[in-house]
T-cell receptor
Framework: AQSVTQLGSHVSVSEGALVLLRCNYS??????LFWYVQYPNQGLQLLLK??????LVKGINGFEAEFKKSETSFHLTKPSAHMSDAAEYFC?????????FGPGTRLSVLP | KAGVTQTPRYLIKTRGQQVTLSCSPI?????VSWYQQTPGQGLQFLFE?????QRNKGNFPGRFSGRQFSNSRSEMNVSTLELGDSALYLC???WGTGGDNEQFFGPGTRLTVL
C-alpha cells in the first residue's frame, strides 16, 4: 500500500522567513501529488497539484512544490511566510482508485 | 459554482444513538468520499461512492455506512455511537473516481458524542 510521510508534525517560522514543509511518498510509479491546507474549523482547500506536466508546480497564495522522482519527494515551499499562512498542511497521493493523505504538518508563523 | 455543502455543521449525540450526516457535492461531480478527522488519527478514509455505488472502503467497523443518491448527494450513517466517534467528518467531491481527480472538501460536520 502507498504511504505518505510528512517530516515534522509542527513547524514554526518567523514572518517573512522561508517556509519548507516536507513530503515523501512511497510508490514505484509516479503518482499524482497534492498539497492541501486546512484553516481552523474549515475543510481542506487545494493548494496545488502535480500531474507530470512540470516538476515545479505553482499553487495559490505564493506556494510552490517541486517533484523529485529520485527522492520520492514533493516538498512545499513559500519564500516569505505571512501570518495568514498559519494552518495545517496535508500532502496527498493519488494512485489508481485511491487517495492517501499524510498525517499533516501544523505551521505556526511567529511575528 | 457552489462548493461542497455539509449538514449539519455541528451535532451532539449520546452514546448508543445513531446519526446521519449529509453531503451535497459540487454540481456535476459524481464521486463523493468521506473522511474522519481526529487529533490522534489524522485524516482517515471512510468510503467513496461513485454513481450510487460504493467504490472503495476504509478500515472502519460496520457501524459506519453510507449511500449515494441519483443526484450524487450522499449520506453517511453511524449507528450505536461510541465516545471515540467524536470527530470532524469531512466530505469531498470530485468529477470522477481515481487518484488523478482532485477532491474538493466541504467544511465538515463536527460530531461530539457524550
Amino acid at each position: 500500500a502507498q504511504s505518505v510521510t510528512q517530516l515534522g508534525s509542527h513547524v514554526s517560522v518567523s514572518e517573512g522567513a522561508l517556509v519548507l514543509l516536507r513530503c515523501n511518498y512511497s510508490s514505484s510509479v509516479p503518482p499524482y501529488l497534492f498539497w492541501y491546507v486546512q484553516y481552523p474549523n474549515q475543510g481542506l482547500q487545494l493548494l496545488l497539484k502535480y500531474t507530470s506536466a512540470a516538476t515545479l508546480v505553482k499553487g495559490i497564495n505564493g506556494f510552490e512544490a517541486e517533484f523529485k522522482k529520485s527522492e520520492t519527494s514533493f516538498h512545499l515551499t513559500k519564500p516569505s511566510a505571512h501570518m495568514s499562512d498559519a494552518a495545517e498542511y496535508f500532502c496527498a497521493v493519488g494512485y489508481g482508485q485511491n487517495f492517501v493523505f499524510g498525517p499533516g504538518t501544523r505551521l505556526s508563523v511567529l511575528p | 459554482k457552489a462548493g461542497v455543502t455539509q449538514t449539519p455543521r455541528y451535532l451532539i449525540k449520546t452514546r448508543g444513538q445513531q446519526v446521519t450526516l449529509s453531503c451535497s457535492p459540487i454540481s456535476g461531480h459524481r464521486s463523493v468520499s468521506w473522511y474522519q478527522q481526529t487529533p490522534g488519527q489524522g485524516l482517515q478514509f471512510l468510503f467513496e461512492y461513485f454513481s450510487e455505488t460504493q467504490r472503495n472502503k476504509g478500515n472502519f467497523p460496520g457501524r459506519f455506512s453510507g449511500r449515494q443518491f441519483s443526484n450524487s448527494r450522499s449520506e453517511m450513517n453511524v449507528s450505536t455511537l461510541e465516545l471515540g466517534d467524536s470527530a470532524l467528518y469531512l466530505c469531498a467531491s470530485s468529477w470522477g473516481t481515481g487518484g488523478d481527480n482532485e477532491q474538493f472538501f466541504g467544511p465538515g460536520t463536527r460530531l461530539t458524542v457524550l
